[in-house]
T-cell receptor, first 111, second 112 residues
Framework: DAKTTQPTSMDCAEGRAANLPCNHS???????VYWYRQIHSQGPQYIIH???NNETNEMASLIITEDRKSSTLILPHATLRDTAVYYC????????????FGTGTRLKVLA | NAGVTQTPKFQVLKTGQSMTLQCAQD?????MYWYRQDPGMGLRLIYY???????DKGEVPNGYNVSRLNKREFSLRLESAAPSQTSVYFC???????????FGPGTRLTVL
């Protein structure tokens, strides 16, 4: 399974875009990149996922580099409610459905 | 839709006691998962079940057993609890169509 590397913590001003990077240099061709977040001690919440094209939904945008070795999650207008731990995950081999969470990035949105 | 439900919400055990954590989902998902999260750490996969009747080990399966009772329910059993199993346990189910996991609220377990 490809491993991911994320910064331990980041701050972002309220109303500004939050850009959360993730390195996954050993990703293989059929592995997807997923992003989840965990607010306080709740269960994690799905945000977005993609294979190689950029993706956007109502919560965020996902930008994956052309070589697929890194990606960036973008929260376009961060609010205080976006303060959470954000996890970048690369899914395990096709058919096993294993998801390996790392330690994530603790994003703090500042008023 | 209740989504993913877990019982109990909190539990305190003594070393050596056994207990079963219950998880149920009403979304007709095939895949279900058990994770543990230690203080200040990310989630670690204990066991998962890709479909009814199948289970597989995750990263940290030692000291646990699981049962996929039916499509809805996936239980986690601690046969002889140890203080190292003090953690928050999350259950999740996954929709094949959207490839998304949905998590329960967690069970906070303390082993003394």
């Amino acid at each position: 399974d490809a491993k991911t590397t994320q910064p331990t913590s980041m701050d972002c001003a309220e109303g500004r875009a939050a850009n959360l990077p993730c390195n996954h240099s050993t990703i293989s061709g059929n592995e997807y990149v997923y992003w989840y977040r965990q607010i306080h001690s709740q269960g994690p919440q799905y945000i977005i996922h993609g294979l190689k094209n950029n993706e956007t939904n109502e919560m965020a945008s996902l930008i994956i580099t052309e070589d697929r070795k890194s990606s960036t999650l973008i929260l376009p207008h961060a609010t205080l409610r976006d303060t959470a731990v954000y996890y970048c995950i690369v899914r395990g081999p096709s058919g096993t459905y294993k998801y390996i969470f790392g330690t994530g990035t603790r994003l703090k949105v500042l008023a | 839709n209740a989504g993913v439900t877990q019982t109990p919400k909190f539990q305190v055990l003594k070393t050596g006691q056994s207990m079963t954590l219950q998880c149920a989902q009403d979304m007709n998902h095939n895949s279900m998962y058990w994770y543990r999260q230690d203080p200040g750490m990310g989630l670690r996969l204990i066991y998962y079940s890709a479909s009814e009747g199948t289970t597989d080990k995750g990263e940290v399966p030692n000291g646990y057993n699981v049962s996929r009772l039916n499509k809805r329910e996936f239980s986690l059993r601690l046969e002889s609890a140890a203080p190292s199993q003090t953690s928050v346990y999350f259950c999740a189910s996954r929709t094949d169509r959207a490839d998304t996991q949905y998590f329960g609220p967690g069970t906070r377990l303390t082993v003394l």
